[in-house]
Nanobody
Framework: QVQLVESGGGLVQAGGSLRLSCAAS????????MGWFRQAPGKEREFVAA????????YYADSVKGRFTISRDNAKNTVYLQMNSLKPEDTAVYYC????????????????WGQGTQVTVSS
């Protein structure tokens, strides 16, 4: 059974940093896309970043380019999201996602989701 477990969320002041982790279990995901989405209150879930396969390209939403960095450790089946220069508008529940196809495609429906971790950025 596939399971994704996120960690690393919390409360931080604007300009601060957080690092999210997502540990996947149940199979090997080196050929899968791994990434992050987020959902703010009253808004739809949106794409944040993706690492589309081991050694492959990375993609970012325009709103986080230059501030967030996605990376993955295939030996640990884990994907990370380093978030720097955080802004209040980054406040959301962040969800880890894994998919057999690229995750940055509009309308994608990931095969697997994590339970989400709250990130709150105070001004």
């Amino acid at each position: 059974q596939v399971q994704l477990v996120e960690s690393g969320g919390g409360l931080v002041q604007a300009g601060g940093s957080l690092r999210l982790s997502c540990a996947a279990s149940g199979r090997t995901f080196s050929s899968y896309a791994m990434g992050w989405f987020r959902q703010a209150p009253g808004k739809e879930r949106e794409f944040v970043a993706a690492h589309n396969w081991s050694g492959g390209p990375t993609y970012y939403a325009d709103s986080v380019k230059g501030r967030f960095t996605i990376s993955r450790d295939n030996a640990k089946n884990t994907v990370y999201l380093q978030m720097n220069s955080l802004k209040p508008e980054d406040t959301a529940v962040y969800y880890c996602a894994v998919h057999r196809r690229p995750l940055h495609i509009i309308g994608v429906k990931p095969d697997y989701w994590g339970q989400g971790t709250q990130v709150t950025v105070s001004s």
